[in-house]
């Protein structure tokens, strides 16, 4: 096995388990935690696929991933206020209760 | 015919029956208590007639003037008319026209004069009728379409104008409709003169298909013009007539309907209904003459084929059915009580004389008696009208007497009728008139072996005499058996009385045998004044005859009634000489009774049997149509509501089902739409792989 294997698998991993908790947890903050996993776990694979890449004195991958906190960052910002927001409107935080934008 | 074309007189002809037809159509639209506007405009617009009328008249005067000065054949150089085209059908067209000519000259001058005068007279007359308006708009539109029959160069138009006037006579005898006897008598009149205008339609149509045109003159090719006729002559009808002569008859009998000859009289009588003014411009002085103006028009028609001096057998039968009415009505007429059926009957047994002059003498003869008829015939109706008036409505003459005293001017007047009518010798116009006829059927009796008809007038004039010194006695003579008090009638009634009488008088001076200027006028000929037009063989033994005649007349008919006439509940004189006869003429021949077992009968019998054909046939026929329809109804029903219904609906659910299940899928929850999106991806994934392998 080789060692980018490894880090494919732990961020394999990583990913499964965020895409569990934002599947399965009920609070909207916890569900935002685990698309922060999901992302991060993008962040690994893109540091794994350039370290050991064909170019790894190129310097793509890590700007790729500085890029991605960036944004994860800003978005994690937006989502918290949301769930401020539609807990300030509703009282509640559990996404079970937020149905009402059906058609 | 001049070579720029009409003038404008004639170019502009239309106006005289257009403005009293449109000014019909403006007091139809006024409201009912408007009734001065609807007076003046009929007197306006048929005095803007008579003006045209009289140009017309000078126009074609001044020029056989003309034409006599050079000399020159002018029969057909009199005649001018304007023609157009109205409809197309394939090659033949439908023409319209109109024509002036002496003959339509002298008719449109004696309607539109007479008629302004009977609407002056109406002015006074209906004075307190509450329809007043109504009146006058169809007085007005009788007037119009009389006029149009006596321009019309079109067999079309001329046919359309005399329904017309037919429908306007209708309108007016049932004028007073709530009375059950004016508007029987308006249906009686209606239908008995269809039963002639189908013979005539049936002649026009005959005459279009033979000759392919409807007008009279068309310079040269219209149905009255040399090969037109010629045509005509050469086909053969059957039963020995040609087409001319059957096309004459089938017209004939049209005349015969509209102008009160035997068979088809039986409607004039009972058309006195009819208001008193109406019964003196349609019933004697204009519409009923239109039949004779439609023989003198067609004139040509009836003669073809004719030999120098002989006659056809239209002509023939013209005579013969003219002479009988003539005898036929005057008979009728010694035995009425009622003022205007006299003046009724005396009417059907003129317009007879009226044809049998055109049967035996031509144009002329039947005209000029046509026109004083028409002046003194006017004169009687409306003196008659004003008796009537001035008695507060009494029309039987047994209640009347004496009114010489009360009624000097209608009596005055009412008596230069009287003697115009019985054609006193020498004075009267209408002994003039009446003279030209028994000349012409003393000649034809000199000529031909039919010798009746002669004698037949003679004794006719006989009867006149007779049957109008009754009623005068009657009227005028001896007590007043009425009960109310008797008085003169207004002037706008007695001033037209006076203008009639006057030229019930005068006319006679433009027909004697020294000047025959209206014989020579209609024939296109010159004349002269020539007393020596007197000394002609046999004539001044005609006119002493003809005289004694009427002498013998009068003076019996004083000698029976004169001074002492009886009183309303004792019999007549004639009643009691002779009983039997007397019943017999008093109900008319028994005529309307014979048509009642025979005609009417026949068509009660048949609309019966129509009526249980419509009932049992026709009605079971539909009921059964119906019946069927019913049944495939319900069938339709039963196969909707269960068949077609059912699969319609089941297929609605199913949509609406699969409809709710996919709307399943919407809930709302963001993490149910998460899931399908990671199944998705994840089915994605495993597709890309599987395809990818190697």
Same mark, same amino acid.
């Not at chain 1, 776990?41 to 906190?69: C, D, K, Q, V």
């Given at each position: 096995m080789t060692p980018l294997t490894g880090y494919l698998l732990v961020a394999a991993l990583l990913f499964a388990i965020g895409l569990a908790g934002a599947l399965v947890r009920r609070n909207a903050i916890l569900v935002l935690i685990g698309i922060e996993l999901m992302?991060?776990?993008?962040?690994?694979?893109?540091?794994?696929?350039?370290?050991?890449?064909?170019?790894?004195?190129?310097?793509?991958?890590?700007?790729?991933?500085?890029?991605?906190?960036?944004?994860?960052a800003a978005e994690a910002a937006v989502g918290l206020g949301l769930v401020i927001a539609i807990y300030r409107h509703a009282q509640t935080t559990d996404l079970d209760k937020m149905n009402r934008m059906k058609g | 015919m001049s070579d720029c074309g009409p003038a404008a007189i004639v170019q502009f002809l239309w106006l005289?029956?257009?403005?009293?037809?449109?000014?019909?159509?403006?007091?139809?639209?006024l409201k009912q208590p408007k009734r001065k506007a609807a007076a003046?405009?009929?007197?306006?617009?048929?005095?803007?007639?008579?003006?045209?009328?009289?140009?017309?008249?000078?126009?074609?005067?001044?020029?056989?003037?003309?034409?006599?000065?050079?000399?020159?054949?002018?029969?057909?150089?009199?005649?001018?008319?304007?023609?157009?085209?109205?409809?197309?059908?394939?090659?033949?067209?439908?023409?319209?026209?109109? *024509? !002036?000519?002496?003959?339509?000259?002298?008719? $449109? #001058?004696?309607?539109?004069?007479?008629? /302004?005068?009977? +609407?002056? &007279?109406?002015?006074?007359?209906?004075?307190?009728?509450?329809?007043?308006?109504?009146?006058?708009?169809?007085?007005?539109?009788?007037?119009?379409?009389?006029?149009?029959?006596?321009?019309?160069?079109? *067999? !079309?138009?001329?046919?359309?104008?005399?329904? $017309? #006037?037919?429908?306007?006579?209708?309108? /007016?005898?049932? +004028?007073? &409709?709530?009375?059950?006897?004016a508007a029987a008598a308006a249906k009686k009149a209606f239908l008995t003169t269809r039963v002639g205008d189908i013979f005539f339609l049936l002649g026009i149509v005959w005459l279009f298909s033979s000759t392919g045109t409807l007008l009279f003159y068309n310079h040269g090719t219209g149905s009255l013009e040399g090969w037109a006729l010629a045509g005509l002559l050469s086909q053969h009808a059957g039963l020995g007539l040609t087409a001319a002569g059957a096309i004459g008859l089938l017209i004939f009998a049209g005349a015969a309907g509209k102008s009160g000859q035997l068979p088809l009289h039986v409607w004039l009588p009972d058309a006195m209904e009819g208001p008193t003014p109406v019964s003196a411009l349609i019933h004697a002085a204009t519409m009923v003459a239109a039949g004779v103006y439609l023989i003198a028009r067609v004139y040509p028609l009836m003669q073809a084929g004719a030999l120098t001096g002989g006659t056809t057998t239209a002509l023939t039968v013209v005579t013969w059915v003219g002479a009988s009415t003539a005898v036929f009505a005057a008979?009728?007429?010694?035995?009425?009580?009622?003022?205007?059926?006299?003046?009724?009957y005396s009417t059907v047994s003129q317009l007879g004389y009226m044809m049998a002059g055109l049967g035996l003498g031509g144009v002329a003869v039947g005209m000029f008696h046509l026109i004083t008829h028409a002046f003194f015939k006017a004169l009687l109706f409306m003196g008659a009208g004003s008796v009537i008036h001035g008695i507060h409505e009494e029309q039987d003459v047994r209640r009347m007497g004496g009114l010489k005293v009360d009624m000097p001017v209608t009596f005055i007047t009412y008596a230069i009728g009287m003697l115009a009518l019985c054609g006193f010798p020498l004075v009267f116009s209408g002994f003039w008139s009446k003279d030209g006829?028994?000349?012409a059927a003393q000649v034809a009796a000199a000529t031909s072996v039919a010798k009746a008809p002669f004698y037949m007038l003679v004794f006719g004039a006989l009867l006149t005499a007779f049957y109008m010194t009754r009623q005068v006695s009657y009227v005028f003579f001896g007590n007043y058996h009425g009960h109310k008090s008797a008085h003169e009638s207004p002037s706008v009634m007695t001033v037209p009385l006076a203008i009639?009488?006057?030229?019930?008088?005068?006319?006679?001076?433009?027909?004697?045998?020294?000047?025959?200027w209206f014989r020579a006028f209609l024939e296109g000929r010159s004349a002269g004044f020539d007393l020596h037009g007197f000394a002609e063989p046999g004539l001044l033994a005609l006119m002493a005859t003809s005289s004694l005649v009427v002498f013998i007349g009068l003076g019996l008919g004083w000698r029976l009634y004169g001074n002492n006439t009886p009183k309303p509940e004792e019999p007549d004189a004639l009643e009691k000489s002779a009983p039997w006869v007397w019943g017999v003429l008093r109900d008319k021949f028994y005529v309307d009774e014979l048509y009642g077992v025979t005609v009417i009968a026949f068509y009660a019998w048949w609309a019966r049997v129509a009526d249980w054909l419509d009932r049992r046939v026709w009605g079971g026929a539909v009921a059964c149509v119906t019946w069927a329809f019913g049944l495939w109804a319900q069938l339709n029903r039963f196969l909707d509501t269960n068949v077609v219904d059912g699969s319609f609906d089941k297929g609605c659910e199913e949509l609406s089902n699969s409809g709710g299940l996919l709307a399943r899928v919407q809930s709302g929850r963001v993490q149910t739409y998460l899931r399908i999106l990671a199944l998705a991806v994840v089915a994605l994934i495993a597709i890309l792989v599987w395809s990818a392998r190697p």
């Open positions: 992302l991060n776990a993008a962040n690994l694979n893109f540091i794994a696929f350039w370290r050991y890449g064909p170019h790894p004195e190129a310097l793509t991958g890590m700007m790729f991933a500085i890029f991605s906190i960036a944004v994860a | 005289i029956p257009a403005l009293p037809i449109a000014a019909s159509g403006v007091i139809a639209l003046r405009l009929s007197i306006g617009s048929l005095s803007i007639s008579l003006i045209l009328s009289l140009a017309a008249f000078a126009h074609v005067l001044t020029h056989w003037i003309n034409l006599a000065a050079e000399k020159v054949h002018p029969v057909d150089a009199l005649r001018e008319t304007v023609n157009f085209t109205w409809l197309q059908f394939g090659t033949s067209t439908v023409d319209l026209g109109w *024509i !002036l000519d002496p003959l339509s000259a002298v008719m $449109l #001058v004696m309607v539109s004069f007479v008629g /302004l005068l009977i +609407f002056i &007279y109406s002015t006074g007359y209906m004075a307190h009728d509450e329809n007043y308006t109504r009146f006058f708009c169809f007085l007005s539109l009788f007037a119009g379409a009389m006029l149009g029959v006596v321009i019309s160069n079109s *067999i !079309l138009l001329l046919f359309m104008c005399w329904e $017309l #006037v037919g429908l306007t006579s209708y309108l /007016l005898i049932g +004028f007073w &409709y709530h009375k059950p006897s008979l009728i007429a010694v035995a009425q009580n009622d003022i205007k059926r006299i003046l009724a006829i028994l000349e009639l009488a006057f030229f019930a008088i005068a006319l006679g001076a433009i027909g004697t045998p020294a000047w025959p």
